[in-house]
């Protein structure tokens, strides 16, 4: 039994989608949550720069005494999972993508959508996890840059969320042939319900999600999961944007929690 923190990070508030899901598959467990809303979006950054970033903030949380990190990015994951792993063997540090690979691989999907920010569907990443499983399925992509930012702003549910879908989406639905959807970014778990009004044709699958069942998994193999306690969440973002807090009080839903505002690397 281990009652010390998990660790999750994100470019912004996308990767609190995992939280609720955490929540209610291990109540027990507490987390330190850190949002780099000063530096979102990474998903057009390159490389080296989403590299410092991701080690910084780790470097952060490992500082917090957490007892496992969740990378709740996807676009982080892509970049910077090996390289983290390496810096820090002796914790768990977990990404999304390979979960949400597997997960559609064992639900049986033959043709399957990704969307996701450019860095994430540049790196291919994806295709990779999904072809090691099984090279015969077909996968199709897509980056959606502009759902990052409006997401980050609020702007959600209305017409110019709609259109922005549908200018990004609508080709890329009807000239292929598949009947899945990665949700490729933990921030389109905010836009899944446009995405399935849109769409009502495909099964999503939500990478927020995915990584939880992993973290599970991983918190039993290794004897850390938390027992009861009365410890209290955390949150920090490095600029206190209203939509971070908005966010993180709509999850909350009446537990204790900080949520402050933590600069990071300088
Ligand atoms: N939530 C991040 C992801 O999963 C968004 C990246 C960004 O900031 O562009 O990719």
Do not use: W
């Amino acid at each position: 039994m281990d009652n010390r923190p998990i660790g999750f990070f994100d470019s912004g508030l996308g990767g609190l989608t995992s939280i609720p899901i955490l929540n209610s598959r291990l109540p027990n467990e507490r987390v330190i949550y850190f949002g780099d809303t000063a530096r979102t979006p990474y998903g057009s950054k390159s490389p080296e720069t989403i590299r410092e970033f991701a080690v910084e903030i780790v470097d952060y949380l490992v500082s917090q005494d957490v007892k496992m990190i969740v990378i709740a990015c996807n676009t982080v994951t892509a970049m910077a999972l090996d390289l983290l792993r390496e810096r820090y063997p002796d914790i768990p540090i977990l990404g999304v993508i390979e979960p949400t690979a597997r997960r559609v691989c064992e639900d049986g999907g033959r043709s399957v959508g990704i969307i996701g920010t450019k860095v994430t569907i540049n790196s291919g990443v994806y295709e990779r996890h999904i072809k090691a499983i099984d090279s015969s399925i077909r996968t199709y992509s897509l980056a959606c840059p502009a759902f990052v930012p409006l997401i980050e702003e609020g702007i959600i549910d209305n017409d110019i969320m709609d259109l922005t879908i549908r200018y990004y989406m609508d080709d890329f639905v009807a000239h292929n042939d598949f009947d899945r959807l990665i949700l490729g970014c933990t921030h389109y778990p905010m836009i899944a319900s446009n995405i399935m009004r849109l769409y009502p044709e495909l099964v999503l699958y939500n990478s927020s999600a995915e990584v939880i069942e992993e973290a599970a998994d991983v918190l039993r193999d290794r004897d850390l999961l938390a027992g009861p306690n009365d410890g209290a969440d955390r949150y920090y973002a490095s600029d206190l944007s209203d939509n971070f807090l908005k966010m993180t009080n709509k999850l909350l839903e009446g537990k204790s929690a900080r949520i402050e505002v933590r600069r990071i690397g300088e």
